[in-house]
Every structure is written in C-alpha cells, then in structure tokens.
C-alpha cells in the first residue's frame, strides 16, 4: 500500500505516471470515495499544479466560434448536468488473464463508481456552432510525455455520440470538485464506455472534418474486431482488430474476501457488485456446485443506468470444509457472462469469477 497526492493508502502499480488500485474492501460502499478511487495515466509528466484561476478549456476545430472557457464560464454560463457512472479500466482484471498478458496487472480494483457533475459536451459544442462535415472529436489533457516520440493521450468520439447528449465534462465528483489524480479540474465522462475515453486534466477540444487517427485511437486500446466481449484464443488471435468501446456485462464478488475463513452455522452475507454498459442489470446468480446450478441473488435498487448494482446472498455454512462459489450476471438485453475469457491484451475481461471460502 502507498499513500499519493490527497489519496488514502492503496495498491501500487507503477508511480511514474502515477497508476493506483482501489482496495477491495471499499466497494462495500456505493459510491468509492475520492480518496481511494483509481488512478490511471498514461503518460509520465503532470503539471505540479493547475491554476484555477488561469485554466482554460480550448475548444478548436471545424466550428464556427473558437472558446476559451474558464472553470467559472463552465459553472455560470452553462446549465449544469450529473451522472451516477462507473468509470472502469480498460484492463480491469487483467492479471487474472491465463496465458498471462503485458500490461498493468489490476486485479479488480481498476474501477470506481461515482456521481460526476459538469457540463453536457453537447451544450459546449453548439455554443460554437458546430460546422456541417463534423466527424469526430477530439480531446487532449495536460498531461504529457519526457520524449517528443511518445505520442499525448488524446482520443476521440463521433460527434453523432456526443450530440446524443450524455457526455459529460465533468469538475466535480461526488459533490466535490475532482481530485488532482482523478483528473482535476475537468475530466471527460463518456457513460458505459471504458475510461479509456475519460480523459483527465481535460484542456483541448478538437472538432474535425475526419476520422481522428492518432496512436492511442487506431493503435493502441483495439479489440478483436465484432467479436462478443473481445473473447479471443491465444492459438488462434483474431487479424481484424477495433477500437474498445462499451463496457460489457461483469460481476464481481467484494465481501468476504478470497480465501477468508469463516465459522460453521454462523449466517454471512455473501455480495458483490454488477454492471453493464447502461441496458441494465437484471439478474446476478450464484452457484455452489461448480456451474450446475445457480440461484438468483438479492439486488439492491438501481443508483443509475450506468452505475454497478450490488448483489446479496444469505450464506450459513452447515459444515466445515472448502466452499467454491461462482456468480454472473445478465442485463436487460440477454447478456451475460462466458465461463472463459481472454485476449492478448487483458482488456474487457470478465469471466464468470469464482470465490473460495473456507470453514472451520
């Protein structure tokens, strides 16, 4: 564990950049606290500091009216907007993966669910007027590379995803304004799709005429192309490949954790968390016999489309022994989820988890 810039103790991966995982045991919480939520970047170099007073939000590209927009613009000249989302790694849970993958190894703290607060990019952009031949967008943070080889983490949406209206830029979450590991003082909240597209320490906006093509859209972040939850083999990897989108279907057990030790006859609740990429979390089974058969589990309400759902079980273990139980999910459209999974890079896993308990 290490503690970090306004962060509690958490798990470390690397620190230059600086890449932190959630401890387990807050996700008993619906919503993680600014404190321990995860951290992700790409590139080594932040600023020591971001001055609020002078920051501005560019907005360039095929549009009418190039902004600037300073933070207090973005709270008074703009109606403001939220979203209860779960932002999650691309790459969450990728040291699960067997054969084992490159890249950062999470277990399954590479996520984070929380409600965020900002502007509708929507609204931004028609107030500079968006010219007709828009494609994509593109947006760029502060943060930046020691070599001019290494290419900004800049990505892209459609601009069609965005006029749909749930893209958020965001300057608070959880009521508060963001942390600076988190992103601070703007990140951008695409809901349902993988936190790869929220980009932190958000000060540019491109709007283009093409399709964006830079390294971290068309090389980096792909998946096998059309194929469900990017499910590949590793004798046989897919020649197509896309970039990574929506989240898919996933659930998780949080409490109590792997291999505790509990007592016979005593009654424990058993729960974890799903989450879909916003068609909703209808059904969260368990089973106790390997997969053969499966009783569905309690839900509690919905926190918001594209939030996780947490899950209960009421468990009274009879007799002592070794315990293995397995969960899925399913969401309101027929997903659910595969008893294996793997690509070669890590990303979208989510394979039918198992947990193992023991008792005395």
């Given at each position: 564990?290490?503690?970090?810039?306004?962060?509690?103790?958490?798990?470390?991966?690397?620190?230059?950049?600086?890449?932190?995982?959630?401890?387990?045991?807050?996700?008993?919480?619906?919503?993680?606290?600014?404190?321990?939520?995860?951290?992700?970047?790409?590139?080594?170099?932040?600023?020591?500091?971001?001055?609020?007073?002078?920051?501005?939000?560019?907005?360039?590209?095929?549009?009418?009216?190039?902004?600037?927009?300073?933070?207090?613009?973005?709270?008074?000249?703009?109606?403001?907007?939220?979203?209860?989302?779960?932002?999650?790694?691309?790459?969450?849970?990728?040291?699960?993966?067997?054969?084992?993958?490159?890249?950062?190894?999470?277990?399954?703290?590479?996520?984070?669910?929380?409600?965020?607060?900002?502007?509708?990019?929507?609204?931004?952009?028609?107030?500079?007027?968006?010219?007709?031949?828009?494609?994509?967008?593109?947006?760029?943070?502060?943060?930046?590379?020691?070599?001019?080889?290494?290419?900004?983490?800049?990505?892209?949406?459609?601009?069609?995803?965005?006029?749909?209206?749930?893209?958020?830029?965001?300057?608070?979450?959880?009521?508060?304004?963001?942390?600076?590991l988190n992103g601070y003082?703007?990140?951008?909240?695409?809901?349902?799709?993988?936190?790869?597209?929220?980009?932190?320490?958000?000060?540019?906006?491109?709007?283009?005429?093409?399709?964006?093509?830079?390294?971290?859209?068309?090389?980096?972040?792909l998946v096998p192309k059309?194929?469900?939850?990017?499910?590949?083999?590793?004798?046989?990897?897919?020649?197509?490949?896309?970039?990574?989108?929506?989240?898919?279907?996933?659930?998780?057990?949080?409490?109590?954790?792997?291999?505790?030790?509990?007592?016979?006859?005593?009654?424990?609740?058993?729960?974890?968390?799903?989450?879909?990429?916003?068609?909703?979390?209808?059904?969260?089974?368990?089973?106790?016999?390997?997969?053969?058969?499966w009783v569905e589990t309690?839900?509690?309400?919905?926190?918001?489309?594209?939030?996780?759902?947490?899950?209960?079980?009421?468990?009274?273990?009879?007799?002592?022994?070794?315990?293995?139980?397995?969960?899925?999910?399913?969401?309101?459209?027929?997903?659910?989820?595969?008893?294996?999974?793997?690509?070669?890079?890590?990303?979208?896993?989510?394979?039918?988890?198992?947990?193992?308990?023991?008792?005395?």
């Open positions: 564990m290490v503690t970090a810039d306004g962060k509690d103790p958490m798990i470390l991966l690397t620190d230059r950049p600086p890449n932190l995982e959630t401890p387990l045991h807050y996700f008993t919480e619906d919503f993680t606290p600014s404190e321990v939520f995860f951290v992700r970047w790409h590139l080594p170099v932040l600023p020591p500091k971001v001055n609020e007073d002078s920051f501005q939000l560019h907005i360039t590209g095929n549009v009418n009216k190039v902004l600037s927009l300073s933070l207090k613009d973005l709270r008074e000249k703009f109606p403001a907007d939220s979203v209860v989302a779960l932002a999650a790694c691309a790459g969450n849970a990728r040291s699960f993966c067997d054969p084992r993958v490159p890249g950062g190894q999470w277990k399954n703290g590479a996520m984070g669910n929380a409600t965020w607060k900002g502007v509708l990019l929507k609204n931004i952009l028609d107030s500079t007027g968006v010219k007709s031949g828009t494609m994509d967008v593109a947006f760029n943070g502060l943060d930046h590379s020691s070599y001019e080889t290494i290419a900004d983490f800049e990505k892209a949406l459609s601009i069609s995803h965005i006029m749909e209206g749930e893209v958020l830029v965001a300057y608070e979450m959880n009521g508060e304004p963001l942390p600076y003082p703007l990140k951008l909240i695409v809901p349902g799709w993988y936190a790869t597209y929220w980009v932190g320490m958000l000060s540019e906006i491109t709007v283009l005429t093409d399709t964006f093509d830079g390294y971290w859209m068309k090389k980096a972040y059309g194929i469900k939850d990017a499910n590949e083999k590793p004798d046989s990897l897919q020649k197509e490949m896309e970039p990574i989108t929506k989240l898919d279907v996933r659930s998780i057990f949080v409490t109590p954790e792997p291999d505790s030790i509990l007592k016979k006859n005593i009654a424990y609740e058993i729960q974890g968390l799903a989450f879909d990429s916003g068609a909703g979390i209808v059904k969260v089974e368990l089973s106790t016999d390997g997969g053969k058969n309690k839900l509690d309400p919905e926190l918001g489309k594209y939030a996780w759902r947490r899950w209960r079980y009421q468990f009274t273990p009879s007799s002592s022994g070794t315990y293995i139980f397995k969960i899925k999910a399913t969401n309101k459209a027929g997903d659910t989820q595969p008893e294996q999974h793997w690509n070669r890079s890590g990303y979208m896993r989510n394979a039918i988890e198992t947990l193992t308990l023991k008792v005395k």
